[in-house]
C-alpha cells in the first residue's frame, strides 16, 4: 500500500526532468538556541527544476550555499525542509516516511555521479578497477569490456592498467568522469572538477563533460568558481545569500564575469574579486 503511495505521488513529476529541488532549505548551527543568533540559513527556500540532457554550471559569492545546495541534490546531506526529487522520484524530503541512510545511499549509489576537484581516486587501484568500483559498491555484474568501452570514451582506452599515480590531473579527472559515467546515472555533480588542472587540461576536461551531455544526453550539474569554466554550461543559476539570484542561458565568459560583478554590487562589502575567485 505504501508503496503504491509512493508510486502516486512520484508519477505526478514531469518526465524529461533529471532534477527537481522544490523549496529546499538548509540551516546549520546550533539549531537548540531559542535566540537562533549562531543559526546560517545556507539554502533559503531554493526551487529549481533542470531538464534531463541540461549542463548547468552553479556559481556564487564564497559562502552562498553553493556546495550546500549540491550536496543537497545529490543526496550527501538532507535538506531541513522541502523536496528533491531525482528522475521523477524523491530522493529526500517529501511527505512519506524519510528513506533510511542505506536506502539513500543505495539510490544515490544507482541515480547519481560525482566528480570531485581532487578526484578521490583510490591510489592502489588500477584505472580500470577505479572505473568500476561504484558498480562493485552496488553489487553489479562488472565485465572488463565496459571498463575499457567507458575508458576509450573518455580517451584512456590505452591506461586500463596504470594506477592513478602514472596519470596527470587531467588523466586523473578523466577517469573520475568515467567512473561517474559507469552507473548511467540520472545526474552527475561536478564540484569545481578544474580547480586543480591547468588551462589545457581544464579545458578537455570541460569538453568531454559537455559532451556527455550532447552527445550521450547525460545531465551534469557543476560548481565552480570559474566564468571560463561556466561558459561550457548550458545555463548558469546564480546563488546569493542561499537564495536563487537568477540564471543565464548560453552564457559567454564576460557576460557570467558582469553579473557577477553586479551580485557583488547587491551584497553588502564584497567584492567582484572575492566571488570570481581571481
Ligand atoms: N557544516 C556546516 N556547519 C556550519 N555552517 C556551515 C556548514 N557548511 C556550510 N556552512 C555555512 O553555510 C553557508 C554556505 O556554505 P557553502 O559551503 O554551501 O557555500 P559555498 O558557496 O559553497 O562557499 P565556497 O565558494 O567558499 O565553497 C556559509 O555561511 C557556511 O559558513
Redesign the pocket.
Known sequence: MRKNHRHARTSEYGRGEALRLVRVTKT??DTGTAEGGAL?K??DDVTLSLPTGSFTAVM????????????CAAGLDRPDSGLVVVDGEEMTGGPGPARGEAALTKFRRTRIGFVFQQYNLLPTLTVAQNTVLPLRLAGRRVHRARAEQILTGVGLGDRLGHTPDQLSGGQRQRVAIARALVTEPSVIFADEPTGALDTRSARDVLRLLQETVRLHGRTVVM?T?DPVAASYADTVQF?AD?RLAGQMRAPTVDQIAERLAHLGDDLDGTSATTMT?V
Open positions: 546549520y548551527g546560517v545556507a539554502l556564487g559569492p564564497s559562502g552562498s550555499g553553493k556546495s550546500t545546495l549540491l550536496h560548481v568558481h546563488l542561499g575567485g
